[in-house]
């Protein structure tokens, strides 16, 4: 079963839509210091030591999290599979982006 990574996750979103794609797996929870950057890449980088191919991300919280996650599964697979909130059909839908 595919996995969903939900880069920072905040407490202030409903997630189980997401769930139709895998089972959920928050990278980071709460509020973090612009001071622990090098910290939370690490930690980043740990939660994501898993991801493979068949596994998505949700783009959610800290640009700057999200930017780190995002190089982070790059580098590791040269692609991600990103589910992107649609406000109009209130539904996912899947953005694949290749190197």
């Not at 794609?21 to 929870?29: A, H």
């Not at 939660?47 to 959610?60: E, G, Q």
Request: with cysteine.
């Amino acid at each position: 079963m595919p996995k969903v990574y939900v880069v920072h996750d905040q407490g202030r979103v409903n997630l189980l839509p997401a769930e139709e794609y895998g089972e959920l797996k928050v990278c980071l929870n709460g509020r973090f210091s612009h001071h622990m950057n090098k910290r939370v890449f690490g930690h980043l980088r740990e939660s994501l030591r898993d991801i493979t191919r068949d596994d998505f991300l949700i783009p959610m919280g800290n640009p700057a999290y999200i930017a780190m996650a995002g190089g982070i599964i790059m580098e590791k697979l040269g692609s991600m599979k990103i589910l992107q909130w649609d406000n109009q059909t209130q539904q996912y839908t899947v953005v694949e982006i290749t190197a």
